[in-house]
């Protein structure tokens, strides 16, 4: 399905690029359309919940991508999508020429049957369209429309097809740019691809031959616009506007893709040969597969439209000698479908610093069941590395050799991996001065091991061990890491074990500082691996006990080390306040008893006075001194009683208030009841 | 008169519920969503626009320019134009316009947020950037006479086995950092594939987070050049991706590679050395979604209101407490969950009541309906203090709720009145009037 949409569209570009060109040696990632793109198309043009893709434009990106893909929607869908055309079709004389051109252009993809009356309708509408107007953009989709319209088995014909060339063509400028109407000063990229379609479009519908002259001046344009492609550095070409509006700024991918699929289209209606340089067409071609995998549904479908020739490609650019791989070839178009018959020959193999390994010329054999080229590797008697292959194409049959050419040679960088011998490895401490090795062990790098050492700042720790290539030479890995980690502080110091020295020391005497004088348990981690080295590893070796002199006074202090992120974010601990404890008390049996004690006094008081005989005859017998002696009592009474209130509840103030009164009342009273007493007193003396 | 005034109450009712929907939709996130896309190349507008087309389909609006536009501005008449900056531009030596590495700083620095993605060809620009948010991308070394600006991140044991260039500097990470916030609750199965520059951070630096490590046999170098002095960065120590969250809770991601956000890794499916599991798409997709995210404000974006507290058996907040009341104290937290504000539910938010130093720490239990509350009991030490809510949790933005409150003495009447152990004294004073009173008598009126 996918070869069958694609071909037919490789095939106007190879017209277009006369010099045909097998598009090999593209930047690395350059690989043909695969099942990714499927997937990926399925996903961006996904259906609303309702069946449809939005607009109608957005409706043919999606059933055209789909189409090309081959990626199979349900019937439903369909029917969905060209009873909407339908729809549009069917009231031809309310829509703008824009919807009528995407819904014919629907029904052509999806072969809906859409009624002959209907298409005499939508045709007379777009020519009425171009008569009127004089902006590009009607113009494009009316004769867009009608080309459809023709192209799905209907009898349209452009009765002044050349009065409508010179309308487009009046547009154009002299840098092979167009302006989008008459009235616009802005030339633009994106327009001249319109154009370029718009006029091959007018090509196909004319009754007659278009002037010959005109075609010739329109080949003379779209040379100039190839003179301002732009490039990246590697090699890839694209187009794009010269001035970025950000507002209607569409982007290099919908810009090229613009003016490709216009270039394409007016070469296939042309006669006669367009003058494009033919790496500016691989460039655009990488440009499109570089993309990758598109992302928003727009980019999708310019990548699918557009289309480039052939591929070289690596399915996979490491081949373990371990498992004896095969180096294999595809050569495909770039929709991933099969190239015709051809042979690959690997011609040269280059090593890593461009020096020949081999220059004999080796055919890859071909798997017609995988379609792809291969070659055992072991018989190339080459080691482990990395590796430029260069290849050369040659097609089988002549005739194909007008459309694919096999011209220049395809280099591909490749890696070959292996298993690398480790053995011999050594650890030990040596003094510094004699070298005579107190302590070696043997120890086996295929897995962890524990060995554990001591050694002062005047010894020297000795590491050796070899590395042998499948081929058994001498092999240098990339990364030879010996890592020297203290228990403590988790300083780390790290050194790089020499590929060429058989033996490797560390002299402690010359790293004191450098260890900043901590003393310790220090963890080895020794760390081999590089691209070629199918067992790199990274081995836990054991500890070394370090004992180096005690740090002077302006030693560097060791660097901070990253904390744990989550400790300080961790709940901190709950704080909850200690109150002061309340004074200590005496028991309450205590106090009740103590108090008894206290009242004995009185008790004391009262049977004395009771012994004694206490009589009150000496209370005043007069009514009036004896009301007063009366008062004069109960205000002592009130006051004591004031006492206890106080006591009991009444504040200071309160209290004092009372007792100013009382007091006023029993100085008065007590006056008055004391001189009577003691006017008794005296006359009682005195008689 | 029943009937119109039926109507009235209906009318109010309707009126009220207006107001109520009003508030709702004027509840907005914590964010703005007007997002400045910065790029050296616009062809990274396509090559990255899955990730793009993930924002927008958030609700971002995002704004495509090149980094050298020379009409780019991030503020006019005083007000920032957008509300956060993806830097896409890792090349490029100086912005347009009025932009520069200060204005990118002051940017952040009032509040907005940022991601940046570097590459092996991050210009000094970038890197100074990245060094003022406490990531130090890795330096171009010296090597002999030659500057080597081209060291990546190289893993000879995690890489990738998709990668068909070979060199393995397609990382194939799989050491996240430990936290649902910043990741999304649901795990990344799948290595996320990285290929690009390797950075530290800063040991001093705490608002700084390793999200994305390299393996212990990572290392960052040319893969092209042989070594001659220890790399720089070497292991664990290498963060591949990294976030900052600001004291202001701006929060910026950085990655050492641009690739890392393209459709080209979102997309592709991954294997990693060794392993015999084959994903059908690397964890890229999920993990550019999802700290996107948390960058935007989306999730982790935390806000307190209705700070309430009183005496224990009543309603009312007092303007004074005095020591030994009981008191209740209570905060609601919500959460931004991207479209609205959702309980916050956690068991760690602690409030201290704080005189110079907390007298009360205590952990704060929660409803699960956003109400987050506790009781205690006021220290004996009088003097003014602060009800102090210090949330800071790992990929949350912080909170920092203080409320003062003085507390005062017992008054003098408020002390205990009849102790027991003074009865004596009592029974000695009282009964000594008593007598007083008897003796009056006694010696005025006695013959």
């Given at each position: ?687 | ?28 996130g914590p964010r703005g969503r007007r997002v400045l896309v910065l ?9 990255h626009?899955?990730f793009f087309?993930s924002l927008q389909g958030r609700g971002l609006d995002l ?19 957008y509300d956060g900056l993806v830097l896409f ?15 990118i700083?002051?940017f952040i620095?009032a509040g907005h947020d940022m991601i940046l993605a570097a ?10 950037i990245a060094?003022?948010c406490g990531v ?40 996240l950092i430990?936290s649902d916030v910043i990741l999304g ?7 996320v ?14 608002l700084v987070l390793k999200v994305l ?28 991706v990294s976030v900052m969250q600001a004291?202001n809770n701006a929060r910026v991601l950085i990655s050492?590679?641009l690739?890392l956000f ?22 890229n997709e999920q993990f550019v979604t999802e700290t996107s995210k948390w960058v935007f404000h989306e999730r982790g974006h935390l ?32 959460e931004w969950s991207g ?55 790992l990929g949350y933005t ?50």
């Amino acid at each position: 399905m996918a070869a069958a949409g694609g071909l037919p569209a490789s095939a106007t570009l190879l017209l277009l690029v006369i010099a045909a060109v097998a598009v090999a040696p593209l930047a690395s990632a350059v690989r043909p359309v695969s099942d990714a793109h499927r997937s990926a198309a399925a996903e961006l043009f996904a259906a609303s919940p309702d069946g449809s893709f939005g607009d109608l434009e957005t409706t043919y990106e999606a059933v055209r991508t789909f189409q090309i893909l081959g990626v199979e929607k349900d019937k439903g869908l369909i029917g969905k999508a060209c009873k909407f055309a339908a729809e549009k079709l069917a009231s031809s004389s309310s829509s703008p020429a824009k919807d009528l051109f995407h819904a014919a252009r629907i029904s052509g993809v999806l072969k809906c049957s859409v009624d002959s009356g209907v298409y005499d309708d939508v045709a007379t509408r777009l020519k009425a369209v171009i008569k009127d107007t004089n902006s590009l953009l009607e113009l494009y989709y009316s004769v867009g429309g009608l080309l459809s319209i023709k192209e799905q088995g209907h009898n349209v014909v452009l009765p002044d097809a050349d009065n409508t060339f010179h309308a487009i063509k009046a547009l154009s400028q002299s840098d092979g740019r167009w302006r989008y109407d008459t009235n616009s000063a802005e030339s633009s990229t994106f327009a001249a691809g319109i154009a370029l379609e718009a006029l091959s479009a007018v090509i196909s519908l004319a009754d007659s031959e278009v002037d010959s002259s005109m075609i010739a001046v329109v080949k003379n344009d779209i040379v100039k616009l190839f003179d301002t492609i732009k490039s990246y550095d590697d090699g890839t070409f694209y187009f794009d506007e010269k001035h970025v509006d950000a507002a209607e700024y569409k982007g290099p991918i919908t810009t090229s893709a613009s003016v490709v699929r216009g270039v394409t289209s007016f070469a296939a209606v042309a006669s006669g040969k367009l003058n494009i340089p033919g790496e500016k067409i691989l460039g655009l071609a990488k440009f499109f597969l570089g993309i990758g995998l598109p992302g928003s549904a727009k980019d999708c479908f310019n990548q699918i439209e557009v289309f480039v020739p052939l591929v070289l490609s690596l399915p996979s650019k490491v081949f373990s000698l371990t498992s004896k791989d095969q180096l294999k070839v595809e050569v495909t178009t770039v929709f991933g479908s099969a190239a015709p018959p051809l042979r690959v020959n690997l011609v040269q193999v280059l090593g890593s610093d461009s020096k020949v390994i081999t220059t004999e010329t080796k055919e890859l054999q071909f798997d017609l069941d995988n379609n792809v080229h291969y070659l055992d590797i072991a018989p190339l008697k080459i080691d482990v590395g990395k590796y430029s292959l260069v290849f050369e194409i040659s097609l089988q049959e002549q005739e194909h050799e007008t459309i694919y050419a096999t011209g220049g040679t395809n280099t591909e960088a490749i890696f070959v991996t292996g298993l690398i011998k480790v053995d011999k490895a050594e650890i030990g401490i040596s003094d510094n001065d004699a070298g005579t090795v107190e302590s070696v062990q043997k120890i086996d790098l295929q897995k962890d091991t524990s060995v554990s050492l001591s050694a002062n700042h005047l010894q020297k720790l000795r590491l050796s061990f070899q590395l042998s290539t499948p081929l058994g030479k001498t092999f240098k890995p990339h990364q030879v890491f010996l890592k020297l980690k203290h228990d403590e502080s988790k300083v780390e110091h790290l050194f790089v074990v020499p590929g060429s020295a058989r033996q490797f020391k560390i002299d402690f005497l010359g790293l004191v500082e450098k260890f900043y004088y901590l003393s310790g348990r220090y963890d080895l981690e020794l760390a081999v691996g590089d691209a070629a080295m199918e067992n790199s590893f990274l081995r836990a070796l054991g500890h070394i006990e370090l004992d180096l002199p005690e740090a002077p006074e302006k030693a560097p202090k060791p660097p901070a080390q990253a904390v744990d992120p989550f400790s300080k974010f961790g709940p901190k601990k709950e704080i909850s306040h200690i109150f002061r404890s309340p004074e200590k008390r005496p028991p309450k049996e205590l106090s009740f008893a103590f108090t008894g004690l206290t009242l004995l006094p009185i008790v004391g008081f009262l049977i004395g006075l009771m012994r004694l005989g206490v009589n009150l005859k000496n209370f005043p017998s007069l009514p009036a001194p004896a009301a007063f002696a009366s008062l004069f009592h109960a205000g002592i009474g009130a006051v004591l009683l004031l006492y206890v209130l106080f006591w009991i509840k009444l504040d200071l103030f309160t209290t004092l208030k009372y007792l100013s009164f009382l007091g006023v009342f029993l100085v008065f009273v007590g006056h008055r009841a004391l001189s009577y007493l003691s006017s008794t007193s005296a006359k009682q003396k005195t008689a | 008169m029943a009937a119109p005034r039926h109507h009235h109450l209906a009318l109010a009712v309707a009126v009220a519920l207006l107001v109520v929907t009003a508030a709702a939709a004027d509840e907005g996130g914590p964010r703005g969503r007007r997002v400045l896309v910065l790029v050296d190349d616009l062809a990274v507008r396509s090559s990255h626009s899955a990730f793009f087309a993930s924002l927008q389909g958030r609700g971002l609006d995002l704004d495509f320019r090149l980094a050298d536009d020379p009409k780019l501005s991030l503020h006019r008449y005083g007000q920032y134009l957008y509300d956060g900056l993806v830097l896409f531009a890792p090349s490029t030596p100086r912005f347009g316009g009025s932009v520069d590495q200060n204005s990118i700083l002051e940017f952040i620095d009032a509040g907005h947020d940022m991601i940046l993605a570097a590459d092996s060809s991050a210009s000094d620009l970038i890197r100074g950037i990245a060094t003022e948010c406490g990531v130090d991308f890795d330096e171009s070394r010296v090597y002999g006479w030659c500057q080597d600006p081209e060291a990546m991140v190289i893993d000879h044991i995690n890489y990738a086995a998709t990668d068909a260039e070979g060199d393995h500097t397609l990382i194939a990470g799989d050491d996240l950092i430990q936290s649902d916030v910043i990741l999304g609750s649901k795990k990344i199965e799948a290595p996320v594939l990285f290929r690009g520059i390797g950075h530290a951070v800063n040991p001093s630096n705490s608002l700084v987070l390793k999200v994305l490590s390299a393996s212990p046999s990572a290392y960052s170098a040319n893969p092209k050049s042989k070594l001659a002095s220890p790399p720089s960065l070497t292991g664990s120590a290498i963060s591949l991706v990294s976030v900052m969250q600001a004291r202001n809770n701006a929060r910026v991601l950085i990655s050492g590679s641009l690739d890392l956000f393209s459709n080209r890794f979102l997309k592709s499916g991954v294997q990693k050395a060794g392993s015999k599991i084959r994903h059908e798409k690397a964890g890229n997709e999920q993990f550019v979604t999802e700290t996107s995210k948390w960058v935007f404000h989306e999730r982790g974006h935390l806000k307190a209101v209705n700070v309430k507290h009183n005496k224990v058996g009543e309603t009312n907040e007092p303007g004074m407490y005095r020591i030994n009341d009981d008191l209740e104290y209570s905060v609601e937290i919500y959460e931004w969950s991207g479209t609205s504000w959702k309980p916050y539910v956690a068991d760690d938010v602690q409030v201290q009541f704080y005189m110079m130093s907390p007298y009360v720490l205590k952990t704060l239990s929660t409803d699960k309906k956003g109400v987050f509350s506790t009781s205690f009991k006021v220290p004996d030490v009088y003097g003014v203090f602060q009800f102090k809510v210090e949330y800071q949790r790992l990929g949350y933005t912080g909170l920092s709720l203080s409320k003062q409150i003085p507390v005062r003495p017992y008054r003098h009447n408020e002390y205990e009145r009849f102790i027991t152990s003074a009865y004596p004294y009592y029974a000695a004073s009282f009964s000594t009037m008593g007598a007083f009173f008897i003796f009056s008598f006694v010696y005025l009126y006695h013959k």
